[in-house]
C-alpha cells in the first residue's frame, strides 16, 4: 500500500472514530436528562395552570413575563425582560384556595434576589401583587396585563 493511501486511510478512520465518539457523547448526554427529568404528559399536566401561559407586560415600565409552561408541580418554564430577556432563578405556580399564585424570582443583571409574588385575577385576566426590589430593598404594588 502506498503512503499515500496509508495516510488516506489513517484519517478515514480517524474521522469515523471521532464521528462515532460525539454520538456516543450526545446520546449519553440525552440519556442523562431524561433519567433525570422526567417528561410531563398532558395527564400529568396541572391544567390550572395553562390560563398563566403566555406573554404578559407590565404597563408602568414595559417589563415583561413570558410564561411557556408550567409541569405537574408548577414549576413554570418562565422569563422575563427589561428589555433584555433575562432568566428567573426560580419560577413556581401554586394554588392557594382558589387563587392561582406565581412566584418569580430574578438573580441575573444585577437584581440580586429581586421577586415578584403575583395572584392571578381571572376577572380582569391580570396578574398583581408585589415586586420585591432586592438592591433598594423597597416593595411595589404591582401588575402585569396579558399581551394580545
Known sequence: MRTEDKLFSFALAA????HGMCATS??????EQSSSRPA????????EFAILQGRWVRPDGGYVITIRSADAGGKLDASYANPAPLPFAAAQASR?????KVFLELQAGGYNGST???SYD?????????YYQAVARQRFDVYFVRAR
Do not use: C
Request: proline share 6%; no cysteine.
Open 15 to 18: 474521522v469515523v472514530v471521532a
Open 26 to 31: 450526545a446520546w449519553a448526554q440525552n440519556a
Open 40 to 47: 410531563t404528559t398532558a395527564s400529568e399536566a396541572r391544567p
Open 96 to 100: 392557594d384556595g382558589n387563587t392561582l
Open 116 to 118: 415578584y409574588t403575583l
Open 122 to 130: 381571572p376577572s380582569k385576566d391580570i396578574l398583581k401583587g408585589v
